[in-house]
């Protein structure tokens, strides 16, 4: 049984935040904009050409044709079609390695902070999450990580690059842990959403020789700006995949033909725009946090920003209902993403250019009056993670 | 973990059957018309609106408020938009209630034959199915399932009309479930995606005085035909639903944004033609095959014909190998639904009804020649259910 009687904390804490008004969120990992138009055209084309009946299991052949290819190209190794499956978006994958591959008490290794999704799937398959503490900059501790493995330990879940932190792991690290997992005879599962819109390579070409247990997770969500497509994917040793595609066909039986049709055309879509105007709000917000003395973690990939408050205030979700009721701008307590996190908050940088400028200002006034006077304080809500 | 080794009997018989190049296909439970104009015509709309964000997890609002309404018409009790969940097809409303509800190894009892996707949603929560033979007239047997009632029992699965048979279930010997399923304290989950497809009204009303145990599975797949939308949906108590958003939001996240409008459009729709060409093709079939001497269970609900073929044949398999090979025509051995259903074969009528008389006369054929002479024993597939 699933044991995850709530709901993400993400949303909730979104939630939240927004019964205080907020004029500027910096909350979802999700673009204002709406998805391109080819990627639309390409949709509304398949449901015009009647492509409205059952889609093949793992995902239509086309799609796993031109994700195989794209693989191959990324990672330097070879991929075949029989190595992706289609799912309902990364959270889907992520279940569907956690149901497909793990018994239920059975551990896997997750970092603190991590995206919190990784811990309801794993509830969703009655597994553990051992927590292993990162470095203070956000590395993977490979001997925290080695020490915390069991016999009953089946996988390890690591994000290239981060959410919250934006960190990309060292290769040498990187090779470590695909060590680890060798020797241990681990899953390796990589949830690499945010690895198109990186300002640096991944090292995961690392990998290469461990790849037969590594899974990665993907989705067209982010570069694509199509989050409510609900289209992802998963790559992994053929054997791997032929244990999940039944699993993945119990769980959901398939993914909505024609927004396959969609993701199909936005492999053909450069998000370098989107890169840019990330690359842009996350200068123009790094700049300014940094002026009033908070440090930001350079952001090596995706678009959080994850600076420690800690200089103006302790406690990351006072900062974040005080930001909120006092600049109207909302932003994520890093505690939610693991104690790790404490002491940080993320904000989310793929808005428009002129907002997030608004939303430095307002930050940068919060703390400079935070360090003149100590906050008064606001309760915050019985709830957290 | 999830035990399902082995993808969909229904799927897997299919692909097989294909290998002898059947011209007449009566396997998939899948209209051949693709989904009508104002139903994608509100999916294109919806996607030129730019409604391409993440969707709330349990369904964006107008589309649960239409379904409380089509529920509260149907079942004639009070229904509230939050009694409901809009699902990726009713596959993930099944894996849902399993995967929210059900601890690993505790039993769930369900019939023979039923719906082989039952037994792989229960596998992904490590539940049990527990097997209850009907009747020969294809009735649940209320005692069968008393006595199969243990501590560790925590629901059991109707289909109402049923998959393969084709049988409502009579209104007392509903009632009488659902007593036992309220004595019992055990969750009601009656799958009814092919209610809007019946010859005849569903007694479900009379579970009314147990209602906050029953949990309706459905689906726009049949009476739209939608199949490759993915869009499905569950009813239930309150107190359930939210036991079960955060599992839904841990599994799928959400539901594609624009096919939600799609879905919310079909509403208006009346499927009341496809209705007629199926009664049509049911008066075709039935006739034809009675008068060749097979039994004909009537259809109350749905488009399957499950006629009883062992004044022809003993095995069920062999009819549907030597039927494809002969004839061209594909049907699906009946013991893939379970025991009960050995001697059966399940006949799809949804399509057009130049093809189902066609279809009809050569099994006419078939049955006429095999009559003659004992049939060549063909070697069935190892991978049997």
């Known amino acids: 049984m699933s044991a995850c009687g709530t709901s993400s904390p993400i949303r909730r804490w979104t939630a939240l ?16 904009q709406a998805t391109a138009g080819p990627i639309c055209d390409a949709a509304i084309e398949a449901l015009r050409q009647g492509k409205t009946h059952y889609p093949p299991a ?21 991929v075949v079609p ?23 008490g059975e551990e896997v290794l997750v970092q603190d902070p991590c995206y919190p999704g990784y811990l309801s799937a794993l509830k969703t398959a009655s597994a553990l999450a051992v927590v292993c503490p990162q470095s203070a900059d956000f590395q993977p501790d490979c001997e925290a990580m080695q020490r915390r493995i069991q016999p009953h330990t089946r996988a390890l879940i690591l994000n290239v690059p981060a959410n919250p932190t934006g960190q990309m792991i060292e290769p040498r690290r990187l090779f470590r842990i695909g060590q680890l997992a060798w020797r241990h005879d681990l899953f390796l599962i990589v949830d690499v959403v945010y690895e198109e819109l990186s300002q640096r390579e991944s090292a995961l070409a690392v990998l290469r020789p461990f790849r037969d247990r590594l899974i990665l997770i993907n989705s067209f969500s982010k570069p694509w ?3 409510g497509w609900r289209v992802g994917w998963l790559c992994g040793d053929v054997s791997v995949i032929k244990r999940l595609v039944p699993v993945h066909q119990a769980l959901v039986s398939g993914v909505c033909s024609f927004a396959q049709y969609g993701a199909l055309a936005a492999l053909r879509q450069d998000p370098e725009p989107l890169r840019e105007q990330i690359a842009d709000n996350v200068r123009v917000m790094t700049s300014a946090l940094t002026c009033c003395g908070l440090r930001c973690p350079e952001v090596q990939g995706g678009f959080y920003l994850f600076p420690d408050i800690r200089r103006c205030m302790a406690d990351d979700r006072q900062f974040a209902l005080q930001l909120v009721q006092k600049q109207g701008v909302a932003v994520l307590p890093g505690s939610l993403f693991g104690q790790r996190g404490a002491g940080h908050v993320r904000l989310s940088l793929c808005g ?13 006034r919060f703390v400079t009056s935070a360090a003149e006077k100590p906050a008064v304080q606001t309760t915050p809500p019985a709830d957290s993670r």
Chains 1, 2 share one sequence.
């Not at 499956?85 to 279940?95: D, P």
């Not at 428009?352 to 940068?364: G, S, T």
């Open 17 to 32: 935040l927004r019964q205080f008004h907020p004029d500027i969120e910096l909350t979802l990992g999700q673009m204002p």
């Open 352 to 364: 428009q250019r002129a907002q997030v400028e608004q939303a430095a200002e307002r930050i940068v």
């Open 82 to 104: 029989e190595q992706i499956i289609v799912t309902n978006g990364a959270q889907e994958a992520l279940a569907l390695c956690c149901l497909g591959l793990l018994k239920s």
């Open 225 to 227: 700006a199509m989050t």
């Open 58 to 78: 793992a995902g239509i052949d086309p799609l796993r044709q031109a994700l195989a290819k794209w693989e191959q190209q990324r990672r330097g190794w070879p």
